[in-house]
Antibody, heavy 120, light 109 residues
Framework: EVQLVQSGAEVKKPGESLKISCKGS????????IGWVRQMPGKGLEWMGI????????RYSPSFQGQVTISADKSISTAYLQWSSLKASDTAMYYC?????????????WGKGTTVTVSS | DIQMTQSPSSLSASVGDRVTITCRAS??????LAWYQQKPGKAPKLLLY???RLESGVPSRFSGSGSGTDYTLTISSLQPEDFATYYC???????????FGQGTKLEIK
C-alpha cells in the first residue's frame, strides 16, 4: 500500500526551530515529487512547495520562499519541512502529498497531516 | 500566478440533490485540474484529475467537466457522506506555483 506517514503534532514557542517529516512507503520514493501544503485554522489549502527526492530538486511557492526549507533524505524515504524561527502565524496543519508520476501532475496520495502550534 | 476562483464559497443542499461547483482559472490551464474532497479533521482526498477523470474507487456520482479557464464538479445525487469541503487545484503551471481554489463548503440543508 502506498502511504505517506507524517510525524506527530508539535507545540513550540515563537523563535524556536522545527523540522517535521513525511515518510513514504509502498513505492519508489525517489521517483515521485513530494509537495507540502499548509492549512491554517479554518482556512483553505495553500501550496508551499515541492521536492524531487531523487536529486533534491526543490521548488518553493513565492509566498513561502525564504520562510521554510524543504528537504529529503532518500536513504530513509523521508521528506522534511523545517523552520529556523517559528512565528505564531505558522500555526497550522501541514500536509505532504505525492505528485502523480504520469503525464498528469495531480497530488494522488496524501499524508494525514502534522499539526503545528506556535504559542508563547 | 494562476488564480483559481471557486463558486459558490458555500452551498446548502439536501440528500438526493444534484449540485455543481465551479472553478475558474485566471488563464487557460488545458484541463490540468484536480478536485479534492476534505472532511473535517481529515486530509484532502483526490476525486478527479485532468478535469474529468475519476480517481479509482471514487463513486460515479462525481463527475467533472470543463475546458480552458472554466471547470465544474458535479455530484449527481448527494449522499450523506458527501457533505464536506471541495477544492480545485491547477497543476498547469510550474511546480512551484500550483494553486488551489479557496474551497466550497457543502452543507446539509
Amino acid at each position: 500500500e502506498v502511504q505517506l506517514v507524517q510525524s506527530g503534532a508539535e507545540v513550540k514557542k515563537p523563535g524556536e526551530s522545527l523540522k517535521i517529516s513525511c515518510k513514504g512507503s509502498g513505492y519508489s520514493f525517489t521517483s515521485y515529487w513530494i509537495g507540502w501544503v499548509r492549512q491554517m485554522p479554518g482556512k483553505g489549502l495553500e501550496w508551499m512547495g515541492i521536492i524531487y527526492p531523487g536529486d533534491s530538486d526543490t521548488r518553493y511557492s513565492p509566498s513561502f520562499q525564504g520562510q521554510v526549507t524543504i528537504s529529503a533524505d532518500k536513504s530513509i524515504s523521508t521528506a522534511y519541512l523545517q523552520w529556523s524561527s517559528l512565528k505564531a502565524s505558522d500555526t497550522a496543519m501541514y500536509y505532504c502529498a505525492r505528485r502523480n508520476g504520469s503525464y498528469y501532475y495531480y497530488m494522488d496520495v496524501w499524508g494525514k497531516g502534522t499539526t503545528v502550534t506556535v504559542s508563547s | 500566478d494562476i488564480q483559481m476562483t471557486q463558486s459558490p464559497s458555500s452551498l446548502s443542499a439536501s440528500v438526493g440533490d444534484r449540485v455543481t461547483i465551479t472553478c475558474r482559472a485566471s488563464q487557460g490551464i488545458s484541463n490540468s485540474l484536480a478536485w479534492y474532497q476534505q472532511k473535517p479533521g481529515k486530509a484532502p482526498k483526490l476525486l478527479l484529475y485532468a478535469a474529468s477523470r475519476l480517481e479509482s474507487g471514487v463513486p460515479s456520482r462525481f463527475s467533472g467537466s470543463g475546458s480552458g479557464t472554466d471547470y465544474t464538479l458535479t455530484i449527481s445525487s448527494l449522499q450523506p457522506e458527501d457533505f464536506a469541503t471541495y477544492y480545485c487545484q491547477q497543476y498547469y503551471s510550474t511546480p512551484s506555483r500550483y494553486t488551489f481554489g479557496q474551497g466550497t463548503k457543502l452543507e446539509i440543508k
